[in-house]
């Protein structure tokens, strides 16, 4: 394992402990990083609530897909969709409630080799995380990975806080890539950081 970055500090688990829609923008700015040096700031994000929220994957309760999901905060859950891409979510609120944040898009820091490697058709670094299936080839995130506690570091990844503060005014929207609850302006993005994913969401 190599060192954390200088000055950080591995969000302890009561970090996750609340309602999506707190930790979500909180997460902005925070470090995303992989045992093997890999690093990426965080700085897209969207929150779904579970039963509240049709859009979430755990709306209609617990299945072997998002048992993640109703476990303990502070753990990934990690799915496969559009039959190709993986999405990579911390788990948040208390068991049971299915409640979590999607990681959308990172802006990368240390490791970009191994990134580049693992995301060939990425031929600049703006396009190895600016997306949720991008941000989780980049870190080599599959169902090996669903379960992974972010706190612990037991599967090789965690989120770290290495001192810089989320935006004071974040940018804010509906989600992306959904068809219920369209309305709800549950997205969250660093305001004018080109890592965004697509360029009218920045």
Same mark, same amino acid.
């Given at each position: 394992?190599?060192?954390?970055?200088?000055?950080?500090?591995? #969000?302890? /688990? %009561?970090?996750?402990?609340?309602?999506?829609?707190?930790?979500?923008?909180?997460?902005?700015?925070?470090? #995303?990083?992989?045992?093997?040096?890999?690093?990426? /700031?965080?700085?897209?994000?969207?929150?779904?609530?579970?039963?509240?929220?049709?859009?979430?994957? +755990?709306? /209609?309760?617990?299945?072997?897909?998002?048992?993640?999901?109703?476990?303990?905060?502070?753990?990934?859950?990690?799915?496969?969709?559009?039959?190709?891409?993986?999405?990579?979510?911390?788990?948040?609120?208390?068991?049971?409630?299915?409640?979590?944040? #999607?990681?959308?898009?990172?802006?990368?820091?240390?490791?970009?080799?191994?990134? *580049?490697? =693992?995301?060939?058709?990425?031929?600049?670094?703006? %396009? =190895?995380?600016?997306?949720?299936?991008?941000? +989780?080839?980049?870190?080599?995130?599959?169902?090996? *990975?669903?379960?992974?506690?972010?706190?612990?570091?037991?599967?090789?990844?965690?989120?770290? +806080?290495? $001192?810089?503060?989320?935006? =004071?005014?974040? $940018?804010?929207?509906?989600?992306?890539?959904? +068809?219920?609850?369209?309305?709800?302006?549950?997205?969250?993005?660093?305001?004018?950081?080109?890592?965004?994913?697509?360029?009218?969401?920045?």
């Amino acid at each position: 394992m190599k060192p954390l970055p200088a000055d950080s500090m591995v #969000l302890p /688990r %009561d970090f996750y402990r609340r309602h999506p829609t707190v930790v979500a923008p909180e997460l902005l700015n925070k470090l #995303l990083v992989h045992d093997d040096g890999r690093c990426a /700031r965080i700085v897209e994000v969207e929150a779904y609530a579970g039963g509240d929220d049709p859009a979430a994957h +755990s709306f /209609r309760g617990k299945t072997a897909r998002n048992a993640t999901m109703f476990g303990p905060a502070g753990h990934l859950y990690v799915y496969f969709t559009y039959g190709m891409h993986w999405g990579s979510n911390a788990v948040c609120g208390e068991p049971d409630q299915g409640v979590g944040v #999607l990681l959308r898009a990172a802006q990368p820091l240390q490791g970009l080799d191994v990134m *580049h490697a =693992l995301r060939p058709a990425a031929k600049r670094t703006i %396009d =190895l995380a600016n997306g949720p299936g991008k941000l +989780s080839q980049a870190f080599g995130l599959n169902r090996a *990975h669903d379960g992974a506690d972010l706190v612990s570091g037991d599967r090789g990844i965690r989120i770290v +806080s290495d $001192g810089m503060p989320p935006p =004071l005014v974040p $940018g804010q929207g509906p989600r992306v890539g959904i +068809s219920k609850a369209v309305d709800l302006p549950w997205r969250w993005w660093v305001a004018g950081n080109p890592y965004v994913s697509g360029k009218k969401q920045r």
